[in-house]
């Protein structure tokens, strides 16, 4: 009984806060240039990204590289849908969720049996392969993929208001509701169940947990807010390509798991900052540099790789591990 | 029929070339339990090296040369200097789990900046060391040249020499135990930590002759070599990641069968087509062909 | 209860980072964006790295020696150009990424000789350029597609179309080739679709077709393309696509001893970089590419001459290739649009001054420049020419015969059209 209404508090808590941060953001749109509301766009789209890694990867231990597959998969079912049957937005990101969970549930079903690096080169393969099939079906689009048009904002926005600050809200409200959802999941009695089974699976099966049929559970939400965020990218560049799901993306969305710490969701906002950010800084450095072709192409790349090698290094459960331990060891 | 003997012998050679990057794979699994995904990055590296000498010498197998030693070097340096400081540090939390595979998809990331910024990103050549034109019989010219012929007469003596070193010399059983048993090795008088170096010098020593052998006639880039990665990974969990036989009969499999796909059914299936082929054999065998039994080895 | 007060802590100090740095670079609005009084700066995507980029990636550098010239010699009325060249990797949704790039962040006054058709779909669409108003000169791609002015009111094309190609080859197959068995092999998308619809419509029968997915190409795609071709008999092949598949696709076909009648695309023929990409000369020798402009090795033509100075000065190290000559004239053409603007430079003008003068343009090309209030289209034509031993372009028949079209059912006529002369010194003084 205590418990009951102490859980609706926290639940109230959480909801309050969570419109606070809309309500943030929403100002911030209001006072920033339009490159930087692109940019919160994208990092809105990467949160949910690393959310779906957190879930099936810092929560359920199954590491899987094919997330930008799933990606992949939410992005062209909401362009389909949206081209071929001139749907609302809003039923194109549904069918978004549905089509890549029913994905992510036969992928966990066949993956359910397989663990550690069996399971890292399925979905590996996956990952390469799976944008490829674009490129065999012309009602796919290609190399060159399908227009995504989510249409402008509504005229009584005014002039002023800008395509990218219309992706900016929609991303924004779409991600506070998608991490609300999560944060619930995570903390209710299947995110319990999951770390159970990251941590000894064996354990857990003798207590009674069907292991299988929460690895695929996991599978299938990841999979969806997988979908979602595919999805979300696939508005922001009005695109849906294979390149733009490439192998490229699998990897970076581990590393900003990893460098915000793969099993802390709060860590996602984090690691959309990362993501979006390293360009940036990469950019910059390299036009101090000189801006010669060779630092301009390959200078990102060895910022990332040096920070994840650093991170995994130093802070492989992400800086909150390190600043816990800081503080532990004041109170010791 | 012709089209049968045309694509067996491509996917032969092909699995050949795999061959060599899943026993890599297999090898630093065996001795380091992880996942080495920097390998195809360190072959790559190992291949620009013997681009530098071979453009140089006009000479292909002096190029060949330098990229073994130059892979051999650098897949001992990754070991010593990468591989210890990380199993230092990150060997606890949730993250112990994805820890090292994060750690190689960095190196490889690492690896790829650094050849990009010193030779830039154009396409190179690297030239056959024998001629790439088909065989001709009678009428028809298959696809079948010299320079494939030598492919897979070079991984067969790769195959052999390696299969005496670990079942017939003191340092094959050295690198055995120190993979199966550390302990029991350590006790045994064995240097494991010296041992696994040497090991994953021959994983990056073989890597540079895959990225040699797969880059002769082909363009060379620090993005060349991804497939190499992908599918030499995907034959290395075929075959089960447990035996260097294992190793090759995957990346065969492999080989053939992404051939098969190649030539019937359409090249932008060949990917998809791999993880056909992989989520096919592990339904069956989760451990992977060559596995014995239950009873993963964690 | 501990971890969710940490928890909570989280994401508190994730909301205080957003709006921290959101609101640390919030920026006022612009005057005419791009142009100071002392700079006007322009930005180009292109592939400079990756599959396609073999031989294009010269173009942006080009363009820029060229910029440098004409900024030692007092600029545009006093500014100094700056272009901004950013990598695309010939894909779509990093065109997209790197154009907003342009557009927002480095804030340019205009795009110049952006390359590649599906990446310049996908820009124009996502990034809004018609909406925003950013001019479009001379798009480094030659779709039909982009030639309709109500779509793409901003964008000018420069190169004559895919589909005006393949009518003139159409045309030259009939008048040199007819009878041969023929073979098709193209890019499979807008860039080599265009041509295949034209050429179907000029009523020419391929017996092979070979689409490829951009980006596949390589020595062991070109093997089935080649088995495909000598399986199907085909003694002539013409090759729609970039030039690194040209490359693999002779040099396979030469291992494979199959040497049909070669009819290149002009994109991907350049002969300089097909034998960086090690194609054999003797391969080239005798092939039929279109071209619109002269050899690059003709030293007698006016442009070439002043190009290969400039390029010897500015961008010393770089073979004068094909890819140089387009880039330098883009210069060349750009610096003529700019001036035309006037003083006052902003992007209105500059759009209306293509529309009005921007058909007497000096070019290096030999065909007409179709701009006006109603046409968008850069040049209309081209000359069939053959590859010789050595590798350079001479054209068919001794003297160069100038065919013009349309991307449309138009016909292909003989022109008699002569070009403007280069200004002096490669200065132009038009306003």
């Known amino acids: ?332 | 029929m012709q089209k049968v003997i045309e694509t067996l012998l491509i996917g032969l050679t092909t699995g050949s070339i795999y061959a060599l990057m899943s026993l890599a794979i297999v090898l630093v699994w065996r001795s380091t339990r992880v996942i080495n995904f920097a390998q195809a990055g360190q072959a790559m590296f190992a291949t620009y090296i013997g681009f530098e000498i071979s453009s140089r010498s006009e000479v292909f197998w002096l190029g060949l040369l330098f990229a073994v030693v130059g892979g051999a070097l650098l897949g001992a340096g990754v070991d010593y200097f990468f591989m210890r400081v990380l199993f230092k540090h990150a060997n606890s939390g949730p993250a112990a789990v994805v820890a090292p595979v994060i750690a190689t998809l960095g190196l490889l990331g690492l690896i790829r900046s650094i050849v990009g910024l010193s030779w830039g990103g154009e396409f190179k050549t690297i030239k056959s060391p024998v001629s790439t034109d088909g065989y001709t019989l009678g009428s028809t010219t298959i696809p079948f040249s010299a320079l494939n012929a030598v492919i897979i007469i070079t991984v067969s003596i790769i195959l052999i020499a390696l299969a005496i070193l670990f079942q017939r010399t003191n340092l094959g059983l050295a690198l055995r135990a120190s993979a199966y048993a550390p302990e029991i090795a350590k006790l045994a008088g064995i240097r494991t930590a010296q041992t696994r170096t040497i090991g994953w010098a021959i994983a990056g020593g073989v890597g540079g002759v895959a990225g040699m052998l797969v880059t002769a006639n082909n363009f060379l880039s620090p993005y060349s070599l991804d497939l190499l990665l992908v599918f030499g990974f995907i034959a290395a969990v075929i075959g089960g990641l447990e035996s260097m036989v294992g190793a090759v009969i995957g990346a065969l499999v492999l080989g053939i069968g992404l051939t098969i796909i190649l030539n019937y059914v359409g090249t932008s299936l060949i990917f998809i087509g791999g993880f056909v082929v992989l989520i096919v054999v592990l339904l069956v065998k989760p451990d992977g062909i060559m596995a014995k039994g239950k009873g993963r080895r964690a | 209860m501990i971890g969710k007060t940490r928890r909570k802590r989280t994401w508190f100090v994730a909301a205080v980072l957003a709006t921290g740095s959101l609101l640390a670079t919030a920026l006022p609005a612009n005057a005419e964006t791009g142009v100071t009084s002392s700079e006007i700066k322009l930005g180009i995507t292109l592939p400079l790295t990756g599959a396609a980029s073999a031989g294009y990636n010269k173009i942006g550098n080009a363009m820029n020696a060229y910029f440098k010239y004409v900024n030692d010699n007092g600029g545009v009325y006093g500014r100094k150009i700056n272009l901004i060249q950013k990598n695309d990797e010939y894909s779509p949704q990093l065109a997209i990424a790197k154009t907003n790039e342009l557009i927002l962040k480095d804030k340019v006054f205009a795009l110049v000789g952006p390359l590649g058709t599906a990446t310049y779909t996908a820009v124009h669409k996502s990034v809004g350029i018609a909406r925003r108003g950013v001019p479009s000169l001379f798009l480094n791609t030659g779709f039909s597609g982009f030639a309709n002015k109500k779509n793409f009111p901003t964008s000018f094309t420069v190169l004559p179309s895919y589909a005006m190609e393949a009518k003139i080859v159409s045309q030259f197959i009939k008048e040199n080739l007819a009878g041969k068995k023929l073979g098709l092999v193209y890019q499979n998308d807008e860039f080599g679709i265009d041509a295949l619809g034209a050429f179907k419509a000029a009523g020419v029968k391929f017996d092979v077709t070979i689409p490829y997915t951009s980006g596949t190409q390589s020595p062991a795609t070109a093997q089935t393309w080649v088995s495909q071709l000598a399986a199907g008999g085909a003694q002539v092949v013409v090759f729609f696509g970039v030039t690194s598949a040209t490359g693999a696709l002779l040099g396979v076909a030469a291992a494979a001893k199959y040497a049909p009648q070669w009819i290149l695309g002009s994109v991907g023929s350049d002969p300089l970089t097909l034998r960086v990409l090690g194609v054999p000369t003797a391969v080239l020798n005798g092939a039929y590419t279109l071209a619109g402009n002269p050899s690059p090795n003709d030293t007698t033509d006016e442009y070439v001459k002043q190009f290969q100075e400039i390029n010897t000065k500015y961008n010393a190290g770089t073979a004068f290739d094909d890819y140089v000559l387009q880039g330098m004239n883009l210069g060349l053409m750009t610096v003529q649009a700019l001036r035309a603007a006037g003083q006052n430079l902003t992007r209105k003008k500059l759009i209306s001054a293509m529309e009005t003068k921007g058909s007497t343009f000096a070019s290096v090309a030999y065909s007409p420049l179709g701009y006006s209030k109603t046409s968008n289209v850069g040049h209309t034509g081209y000359y069939m020419a053959v590859m010789d031993a050595t590798g350079d372009r001479k054209p068919f028949g001794g003297s160069v015969v100038l065919y013009t079209t349309d991307s449309g059912s138009g016909p292909v006529v003989k022109s008699t059209f002569k070009r403007p002369a280069m200004p002096a010194k490669g200065l132009p003084t038009n306003s």
């Open chain 1, 1 to 332: 009984m205590e418990l009951w209404r102490k859980a609706r508090v926290a639940v109230r808590k959480k909801i309050a806060f969570f419109i606070l941060l809309g309500w943030v953001l929403l100002i911030i749109g209001d006072r920033v240039d339009e490159l930087r509301v692109y940019q919160g766009a994208q990092i809105a789209m990467y949160t949910i990204a690393l959310a779906s890694i957190v879930l099936l990867t810092g929560y359920s231990g199954q590491v899987s590289l094919g997330n930008g597959a799933m990606m992949a998969v939410g992005g062209y079912s909401a362009a389909l849908t949206l081209n071929n049957l001139q749907t609302p937005i809003w039923f194109a990101f549904l069918m978004a969720i549905l089509v890549s969970a029913l994905f992510g549930s036969l992928l966990g079903a066949a993956a359910a049996r397989l663990a550690g690096p069996y399971l890292a080169g399925t979905t590996l393969a996956l990952a390469v392969g799976l944008p490829a099939i674009a490129n065999q079906f012309s009602f796919l689009g290609g190399e060159p993929g399908l227009l995504f048009d989510v249409g402008f904002p509504p005229e009584s926005f005014g002039e002023e208001f800008t395509q990218y600050k219309w992706f900016f809200w929609i991303a924004g409200v779409i991600a506070l509701i998608a991490l609300f959802i999560t944060s619930n999941i995570l903390q209710s009695r299947f995110g319990r169940t999951w770390r159970a089974i990251r941590g000894n699976s064996l354990a857990a099966e003798l207590a009674g947990i069907h292991s299988a049929r929460m690895k695929v559970l996991a599978f299938t939400i990841s999979s969806a807010l997988a979908g979602l965020a595919g999805a979300v990218l696939a508005m922001n560049i009005s695109l849906v390509a294979p390149g733009a799901y490439s192998l490229a993306l699998s990897f970076s969305l581990v590393t900003g798991a990893v460098l915000a710490g793969v099993s802390s969701l709060p860590g996602v906002v984090l690691g959309g900052f990362i993501l979006v950010g390293i360009p940036e800084i990469a950019d910059a450095l390299a036009g101090s540099l000189g801006g010669a072709d060779k630092f301009n192409n390959y200078l990102p790349g060895l910022i990332t790789s040096v920070l994840l090698i650093l991170s995994v290094i130093y802070t492989p459960n992400g800086p909150g591990e390190n600043i816990r331990k800081h503080l532990g060891k004041k109170h010791a």
